[in-house]
């Protein structure tokens, strides 16, 4: 069965700093493109940021871009989302998520899906 298991998010104050990671399981996601979304109440899912399977392209959206980093550790099966200079407007559940291709995930989203991990950044 395959999981993608969310960690680390939590209550933090602006300014502060959480870093998410996502376990794989059940098969390996070495070739696959992997990602983060984020949703916050009343509005719909939206794209954080992907890597390309070998680390070597990173994609971000506007709103997180210098402030987040994501990166994976293909050995571990795990992508990380290190996200700094927080924002109220962070505030979400973050998603990760697995696709084969970067621009698909993208703009697509994943074809796997983890459960979902609260942030939640107070001001």
């Known amino acids: 069965q395959v999981q993608l298991v969310e960690s680390g998010g939590g209550l933090v104050q602006a300014g502060g700093s959480l870093r998410l990671s996502c376990a794989a399981s059940g098969r390996t996601f070495s070739s696959n493109a992997m990602g983060w979304f984020r949703q916050a109440p009343g509005k719909e899912r939206e794209f954080v940021a992907a890597?390309?399977?070998?680390?070597?392209?990173?994609y971000y959206a506007d709103s997180v871009n210098g402030r987040f980093t994501i990166s994976r550790d293909n050995a571990k099966n795990t992508v990380y989302l290190q996200m700094n200079s927080l924002k109220p407007e962070d505030t979400a559940v973050y998603y990760c998520?697995?696709?084969?291709?970067?621009?698909?995930?993208?703009?697509?989203?994943?074809?796997?899906w983890g459960q979902g991990t609260q942030v939640t950044v107070s001001s």
């Open positions: 998520a697995a696709g084969g291709d970067t621009v698909v995930l993208v703009t697509a989203g994943g074809d796997y």
């Open positions: 890597i390309s399977w070998s680390g070597g392209s990173t």
